[in-house]
């Protein structure tokens, strides 16, 4: 089966600081990943995804690239505030399905 | 919409109780899923359904059953609580969305709150 390995488990960095959170992948197959934010005690909500069919994805301050023959996908946020202060979670599957498999989660921190 | 909805948001058993997590959703999702969350170990999938009528497992199935009658409801039981089960759990659903220029369809997956099990 899939298994997704997130990188690194804890971030800390200084306002105003770029965050990367590094992923990859073993399932040469998955063409969907997602990425999920978790603050303290809440429900993930999903921030942004990307189909394997495209390169680089940007929404505002967070983007996310994927290299497929390299099996690894990163989110990038710029300007980073206090409030993106969370967990985030990358996730990938290769159906149309309910199958996600996750990553073991990165805990970010910024310092204001 | 009430999105996904998870009852009970706290539970205590003693081991070897038996109880049902309940979760449903209103927006017609096909696809439903449980997973629990335990601390460092991100979200590990339980099972999952892709339809009324249709289940399956995931990664940690073991101690755990599922049916799914209904699209908006899918129930997580525990059989025989165990203090490996203490755990957040948490439901999703969601939707598949196909792609666009033959692109790869993706899911869009809503959690449910959660509910907080601990076995004692």
């Known amino acids: 089966g899939e298994n997704v390995e997130q990188h690194p488990s804890t971030l800390s960095v200084q306002e105003g600081d770029s965050a990367v959170i590094k992923c990859t992948y073993s399932?040469?197959?998955?063409?969907?990943f997602p990425w999920y934010k978790q603050e303290l005690g809440k429900r993930p909500q999903l921030i942004i995804d990307?189909?394997?069919?495209?390169g680089e994805k940007k929404d505002q301050r967070i983007a996310v690239t994927l290299n497929k023959t390299a099996k690894h996908f990163s989110l990038h946020i710029t300007e980073t505030q206090p409030e993106d202060s969370a967990v985030y979670f990358c996730a990938a599957s290769h159906n149309a399905g309910n199958m996600l498999t996750f990553g073991g989660g990165t805990r970010l921190m910024v310092k204001p | 919409n009430a999105g996904v909805t998870q009852t009970p948001k706290f539970q205590v058993l003693k081991t070897g109780q038996s109880m049902t997590l309940q979760c449903a959703q209103d927006m017609n999702h096909e696809y439903m899923s449980w997973y629990r969350q335990d601390p460092g170990m991100g979200l590990r999938l339980i099972h999952y359904s892709v339809g009324a009528g249709i289940t399956d497992q995931g990664e940690v199935p073991n101690g755990y059953n599922v049916s799914r009658s209904t699209t908006e409801d899918f129930p997580l039981r525990l059989l025989s609580a165990a203090p490996s089960q203490t755990s957040v759990y948490f439901c999703?659903?969601?939707?598949?969305?196909?792609?666009?220029?033959?692109?790869?369809?993706?899911?869009?997956?809503?959690f449910g709150a959660g509910t907080r099990l601990s076995v004692l």
């Open positions: 990307i189909r394997s069919n495209v």
């Open positions: 399932d040469s197959a998955s063409n969907y």
């Open positions: 999703a659903s969601s939707y598949s969305s196909p792609g666009q220029w033959a692109g790869p369809a993706k899911n869009i997956q809503y």
